[in-house]
């Protein structure tokens, strides 16, 4: 005869039986059968422990495919710390708790205000653009019948606007060049023409740069283009396209996106992140990834903004060491140990950490709980706690980086000192696998980085910029999904870098591609690249058209 001694773990989904004779029981002295009984605990314990782990992945892989990218939260609650032994700030999470649960009840009961219309608004939209006068007016001799001969005076016109749209078209630009011969000695004279874009071909600089704006601004792959050009009754093939934008990129565009390269030296603090790729008629194994790096001005640098794109068909710490050889300063950057590598390697290069990252654990966290638990976890109070350091740094926005260097060490320098002795007093609080502990080794293990814009007042907290300034081509490759080929890859290197430029610097990209277009071929035979400083997205010599207009 034997008897099974039965764990059952929460909701019943694991068992465990252990087999034990009745003679092997009765032998047991009291002292073993505590110890069989506290290992069953452990047992239990271990495995409701890996039960949660595996919740909250599953939870964590719907919220991911199914919830809300945001990641945003909450502003109305104030976060509480305190001061012990004149060194050392905690957060006071009880009194926290408190008020975010007290303050959030309030929030559920108000509704959000009703959006009131901006007076003048309309005015303001249609500012900028031409005014085509389209007159409707009586005749004479209607006029004389309605009132009788001299029998009516003109009033003030009754005026309305509408938007007049014309969709686009094509037409066949037909150069005529006139050929002169002198009567004298024989030579020839032709009078002044643009030069061709490419030779014997029909491409011109407003049709490549609509080509580039609808893909590399729009994310409209080439093969729905063609069907838009054949619905327009004109044949333009997808591999015309390609080749045209290809042969554009390297032998034009790219001089300037080299002279941009020189000009991102010329700053302090730049910014990097990267994103896979896939291209397909690259020999190489399956699993292989190729990457789109970037690489942008810092944030705190609104005016003259440079956004580069450099395609290499891997992630390895050569490509980043290669593209920053000549820049000393600091980059800011996600966790990514490469950077790390390459600081090392340098005394006039520091790397800057990512606060949004460090946040993103906590926020996964959070979503993989149910929405009455989210407030009483740890990874709640984390968010809040990095909340407050963002919401007093976002006070010191307009600031100089020396006034914004000072204040951050007055009121940020707390909070994060505060949040560095919290995060280590909780550690070991949370189960090691789990996506809080996760968030608590990251922002442990990346401290150095993460603090690093405590000391530099032009050193943003987060890498967002660079993200954003890597989303079109992320949303680009959504749609196109894949670079045919390696030149494909670097021409679209090249032309996302000046499109993501011209849009930081508040261009319109049709206008400014065809305008670099018309104007970088007539300086081919120039032997320096000076004349690249009048096509920077700042000069004063770009057109007006090329400058999207903004409200003063």
Not at 438 to 464: A, K
Request: net charge negative.
């Amino acid at each position: 005869m034997s008897i099974s001694v039965i764990i059952e773990a929460s909701k019943g989904w694991f068992v465990m039986a252990m087999e034990y004779t009745e003679e092997q029981l009765n032998n047991f002295d009291k002292s073993t059968l505590i110890q069989l009984f506290l290992v069953q605990q452990s047992q239990l314990k271990d495995i409701d422990a890996k039960l949660q782990l595996l919740l909250e992945q599953v939870a964590v892989l719907n919220n991911n495919r199914y919830g809300r990218s945001s990641e945003k939260l909450d502003t109305e609650n104030q976060i509480c710390f305190m001061e012990v032994d004149g060194n050392i700030v905690y957060f006071n999470e009880a009194e926290a708790v408190d008020a975010l649960a007290e303050s959030e009840a309030d929030d559920e009961k108000t509704q959000k205000p009703r959006s009131t219309k901006t007076k003048g608004r309309r005015a303001a939209d249609i500012r900028n653009l031409p005014v085509v006068p389209v007159e409707h007016m009586l005749s004479e001799e209607e006029l004389t019948a309605e009132f009788g001969k001299d029998g009516w005076y003109q009033l003030e016109d009754e005026i309305f606007r509408r938007y007049r749209f014309t969709p686009m078209k094509v037409e066949i630009e037909e150069h005529h060049v006139g050929v002169y011969k002198s009567k004298k000695d024989n030579h020839f004279k032709k009078a002044e023409h643009p030069g061709y874009l490419l030779r014997n071909s029909l491409v011109s600089p407003s049709l490549e740069a609509g080509i580039i704006n609808a893909k590399y601004v729009n994310a409209v792959p080439l093969y729905r283009q063609e069907q838009d050009f054949q619905r327009m009754g004109v044949n333009i093939d997808r591999a015309d396209m390609a080749h045209w934008t290809i042969l554009c990129a390297e032998r034009y565009l790219s001089i300037l996106y080299d002279y941009l390269h020189k000009c991102l030296y010329d700053y302090h603090v730049i910014q990097a992140d990267e994103t896979p790729v896939r291209v397909t008629k690259e020999d190489r194994t399956e699993g292989d990834k190729h990457y789109m790096w970037v690489y942008r001005t810092g944030k705190m640098y609104a005016d003259k903004q440079i956004v580069l794109y450099d395609y290499q068909p891997s992630r390895k710490a050569d490509h980043p060491r290669e593209f920053l050889k000549n820049f000393s300063g600091v980059c800011v950057t996600d966790g990514y140990q490469v950077y790390h590598t390459i600081e090392k390697e340098r005394d006039d290069l520091k790397i800057a950490g990512c606060w949004a990252h460090a946040r993103r654990r906590f926020d996964e966290a959070v979503k993989a709980q149910p929405k009455e638990k989210r407030k009483n976890t740890l990874a709640y109070m984390a968010l809040k706690q990095i909340q407050a350091i963002y919401r007093e740094e976002n006070k010191l926005e307009t600031m100089s980086p020396e006034e914004r260097l000072r204040h951050r060490q007055l009121t940020v320098k707390p909070l994060v000192d505060a949040y560095f002795a919290w995060v280590k007093q909780n550690l070991m609080k949370v189960p090691a696998k789990s996506k809080t502990a996760n968030g608590f080794t990251y922002s442990l293990n990346q401290e150095q980085y993460l603090r690093c814009f405590l000391e530099d007042g032009e050193v943003p907290m987060d890498n967002n910029a660079a993200e954003q300034s890597i989303r079109g081509f992320c949303i680009g490759k959504k749609n196109w999904v894949m670079i045919d080929t390696v030149a494909g890859a670097e021409s679209s290197a090249i032309i996302y870098s000046i499109a993501e430029t011209a849009k930081a610097n508040s261009l319109k990209p049709y206008n400014y591609f065809e305008h670099l277009l018309a104007e970088i071929p007539k300086h081919m035979d120039d032997h320096d690249t000076g004349f690249c400083e009048d096509l920077l997205p700042w000069s004063d010599k770009l057109p007006a058209e090329c400058r999207k207009q903004t409200d003063l």
